[in-house]
């Protein structure tokens, strides 16, 4: 028989095994690896991301080890077979991973220095090139970044469609180059008259970054925003998040959200590498804050098949 002296005792034990349950999952979790889409260079993904999974390895216990993906499908795959439990998606790369069956739950994006939750698709052309309007780019070559691209690929194609321009018939040429530093760097370098790219503000852009890295046009001279003109623009998009497997037990997951959301506090010097500091901090997010990007690719996904 139950009596309130059983229930109080019971109570008492599960309290004081508290910390013990909370950790099991240490033991089928010894190690963690945290995937990240190819953005820029490898090296410089690295570079940048390395610092978080130190953190992330003090916050929760166990080393957390970094894997840079060769591509953007490698870390939906990664996921899928469960070899990644912590990823960095674009926002069209988590939609794809959600939409082919990956289980995967957002946790956190970043606030950028212009306070919103969220970047551009642009198209670049070179400043000093002819070109002034996308009817200007018909017949030229365009550099897409990675068919799950967001900014690279999705978007633009998207938004394109939606002013009247069939990407497929205005440009004699598209290629994907397998990352949005390769995208600015085949139009700096002459191989492609446009590219697609991310843009947050007028300070902070890949190329941006890629200046902030010291690195330099084929004549030797430092590279800067000034070196390329947007001739095109989407409309707002929602930044990509860091997200976990679902299958992960719950209390590893809310210990991974509470690391993300104390980062930018806990961490600042971690915090300001990922973004070279122009960031204000991370948000909660959840799938509804993705709906918008599945539709899009489901979109395109229908356009493809009709083409």
């Avoid at 410089?44 to 060769?70: C, F, H, I, M, Q």
């Avoid at 440009?171 to 008259?193: C, P």
């Avoid at 104390?262 to 993705?290: C, E, H, I, Q």
């Amino acid at each position: 028989m139950l009596t309130r002296r059983t229930l109080v005792g019971a109570a008492a034990l599960m309290l004081a095994a508290g910390p013990a349950f909370a950790q099991d999952w240490k033991a089928k979790y010894p190690e963690l690896t945290l995937g990240v889409i190819p953005a820029e260079n490898a090296s410089g993904t690295v570079d940048r991301y390395t610092p978080l999974t130190a953190y992330l390895s003090k916050e929760l216990g166990v080393p957390v080890k970094l894997r840079v993906a060769n591509d953007y499908a490698a870390v939906i795959e990664g996921q899928r077979a469960g070899n990644i439990q912590i990823a960095f998606y674009g926002p069209a790369s988590f939609a794809r991973a959600v939409m082919t069956g990956v289980k995967t739950e957002p946790v956190v994006n970043q606030k950028h220095e212009t306070g919103a939750s969220g970047y551009y698709s642009v198209i670049y052309v070179k400043a000093d090139s002819p070109y002034q309007k996308i009817e200007d780019l018909k017949g030229k070559s365009l550099a897409f970044v990675d068919p799950n691209s967001t900014s690279g690929n999705q978007a633009p194609r998207y938004f394109l469609q939606k002013a009247g321009h069939d990407p497929e018939k205005l440009f004699g040429k598209t290629f994907f180059a397998g990352s949005h530093e390769n995208a600015v760097l085949a139009l700096i370098q002459g191989t492609a008259d446009a590219a697609a790219n991310l843009w947050n503000s007028e300070t902070d852009t890949t190329i941006t970054r890629m200046a902030a890295k010291g690195m330099k046009k084929p004549d030797g001279t430092p590279l800067k925003q000034a070196d390329v003109r947007v001739i095109f623009k989407s409309e707002f998009l929602p930044e990509g998040p860091f997200a976990v497997l679902a299958s992960l037990p719950d209390d590893l997951k809310q210990s991974i959200r509470q690391a993300f959301l104390a980062l930018p506090t806990k961490d600042k010097a971690t915090f300001d590498k990922l973004s070279d500091g122009k960031d204000l901090g991370l948000n909660a997010v959840t799938l509804k804050d993705y709906q918008p990007i599945i539709d899009m690719l489901r979109h395109n996904d229908e356009q493809r098949k009709r083409s």
